[in-house]
């Protein structure tokens, strides 16, 4: 899957079939964090991250070093970061939240995924590309509606536990230091609106994307 194939599949596919003011939550790969305006890396030149600062409106020291640009830079980019998607979401009605990172256990077609490729596995006696992708798209169809909601409750139960212990992770937290910035990654995951009076209260059904 790339980003072009991604957003042909979004247009043709998914928003002719979406309820009005629907939510699709995503996960964090790459083709879903394309950005429209991307910020400099550390590797960019100097002029490049004075030009997005002033672009901006960020003010900043003339004897600040490279490094010192690019702090500030990280400091402030969350709040300039427009995803492709989430724009071409918004002109339909519809809403983007990303999952955090590294929680595939609050994806629900995380599971679903288990339940086919456990499934293909078991028939898969010739090991041929073409039956593999038959018993795919066999299996696929196959998924109950009573099969997604319990992987849904499931899910929800998951959620309800971490939540459950917000506090206590607050304060093991406030224990720990992480840099968990990747100066050249192409994906983030921060959820931008591009209309400032966008409210997802009152939101249709939940989708949540496959891979």
Known sequence: MNHANYKKWLQEKLIPNLECKSVIVVDNASYHNVQLNRHPTSNARKGEMLFWLDKHGIRYSSDMT?????????????????????????????????????????????????????????????????????????????????????????????????????????????????NGDDDDDDTSESTVSCDDNDDIQGVGPIVSDSE
């Open 66 to 178: 490279k490094a010192e640009l690019y702090d500030l830079i990280k400091m402030h980019k969350p709040q300039y970061e427009t995803f492709a998607i989430d724009c071409l979401l918004a002109e339909h009605g519809h809403t983007v939240i990303r999952l955090p990172p590294y929680h595939p256990d609050l994806n629900p077609i995380e599971k679903i995924w288990g339940i086919v490729k456990n499934r293909i596995a078991a028939k898969n006696v010739t090991f041929k590309l073409r039956d593999v992708q038959q018993l795919a798209e066999q299996n696929f169809a196959a998924v109950t509606i009573e099969e997604w909601a319990a992987v849904c409750r499931h899910v929800k139960a998951v959620e309800e536990a971490y939540m459950s212990r917000e506090h206590e992770m607050d304060g093991v937290m406030e224990r720990l230091t992480i």
